[in-house]
């Protein structure tokens, strides 16, 4: 989150106005509680680091002004006496700046459509902060009172909170015409493998609109990283890893069945709290042709184990190299995460991804009815 990465807490208040000549912007500013000869710094983020550009005084009365020489739009931030930060975005417009120059209060920055756009960013996602901060609540309090029903009901609307967040973020991204926010908007959207083919067509779009930007070419130099090990429709590269008790078991060797593949660990408390419904489901349609293939990224086989025994795991595929996320199995899979699970069809190909409490049983009950 690009929020997060930046450092900053601040929300922005934008509008527009004015204009630059030929790459030189000039950004003036007012601070409410002006320290006099006090320091206003302009930052460049750069890879792995914020860079100084330009340094200038406010006066006695908080007026600053700064000039900047850009060669193409990029991110930059406004340091106003090391207690307040700002986020800009430099491209062709003249900005101004209004501060109180005392930390934790807001900054207002007003000149350009880019910085209009992402005032509207932030009072989406800071809104839907709220909306996150309500639902934990009610979750929390539902685990704690052992309401599994709840529990499990509200899990579905968690993802689907979260599903419609990233469709919001996705069409606001690919609907800005020429701006440095569609690129910042990536930065709220958490599981990027499950969306690659959206950045990828993200930056193809960005490329064309902004082909003098250094952030753009980073981001589409480096949006390969993205790309998942396994796309909805691939077949799932074959795996084989022992079991237990030392025997080797092949992914491949359950073709013609459903199959869940479930990357997973002893340690891992979300695993462990989806593991009922796993077993319910497999309990449910095992007899009509569906399987699980469970990957464990456990350390050590008693972990495995006693996981397997407690949770009740009662399927016969249960294999492990124990190498944590450097097994084979996480490695082949870009496994960064867990839980995660793939659903494959009888071909092996995969026809869905991270199904977890009722996803899982309404894609299972398309398939084999209730």
């Not at 527009?16 to 912007?25: E, Q, R, T, V």
């Not at 062709?92 to 900054?107: Q, Y």
């Amino acid at each position: 989150m690009m929020k997060k990465f930046l450092a900053l807490t601040l929300v922005v208040l934008l509008s527009a106005c004015g204009g630059s000549n030929d790459g030189l912007i000039k950004i003036t500013g007012k601070i409410e509680n002006a320290i006099p000869q006090g320091e206003v710094i302009l930052e460049r983020f750069e890879v792995g680091q914020v860079r100084p550009v330009e340094t200038v005084y406010s006066d006695h009365n908080g007026n600053f002004e700064l000039e900047v020489s850009v060669d193409g739009p990029g991110f930059y931030r406004l340091n106003i006496y090391n207690k307040q930060y700002e986020t800009l975005i430099l491209a062709d417009k003249n900005l101004k700046v209004e501060a109180s120059g005392e930390e934790g209060n807001d900054i207002e920055v007003t000149g350009s459509k880019d910085m209009e756009n992402m005032a509207k960013l932030y009072e989406y996602m800071d809104a839907y902060q709220v909306k996150v901060q309500e639902f934990n609540q009610q979750y929390i309090q539902a685990r704690n009172e052992g309401n599994t029903e709840l529990v499990e009901e509200l899990t579905t609307q968690g993802l689907a909170m979260e599903e419609g967040k990233v469709k919001f973020l996705k069409d606001m991204a690919m609907s800005l015409e020429g701006s440095l926010v569609s690129l910042l908007i990536t930065d709220y959207i958490p599981n990027k493998a499950d969306e690659y083919k959206f950045l990828d067509s993200l930056s193809v779009k960005l490329q064309k609109e902004i082909p003098n930007s250094s952030d753009v070419d980073y981001f589409v130099s480096n949006v390969g990283v993205f790309k998942p090990a396994v796309a909805m429709g691939d077949v799932a590269p074959n795996l084989e890893l022992p079991n237990p008790e030392g025997e080797m078991m092949s992914l491949e060797s359950l073709r013609g069945k459903y199959v869940l593949l479930d990357f997973w660990a002893g340690w891992c408390r979300p695993c462990r709290m989806e593991n009922p419904n796993v077993v319910r489901m497999y309990n449910k349609y095992n007899d009509d042709g569906f399987e699980v293939f469970s990957v464990s990224l456990d350390r050590t086989r008693n972990q495995w184990v006693d996981a397997i025994e407690k949770d009740g795991l009662v399927w016969p595929y249960h294999v492990s190299d124990l190498k944590y996320f450097q097994s084979e199995a996480a490695v082949t899979y870009k496994i960064n995460a867990i839980p995660f699970a793939l659903l494959l069809d009888p071909e092996g190909r995969v026809i869905g991804k991270n199904l977890r409490g009722r996803a899982l049983q309404a894609k299972l009950e398309s398939i084999f009815g209730e």
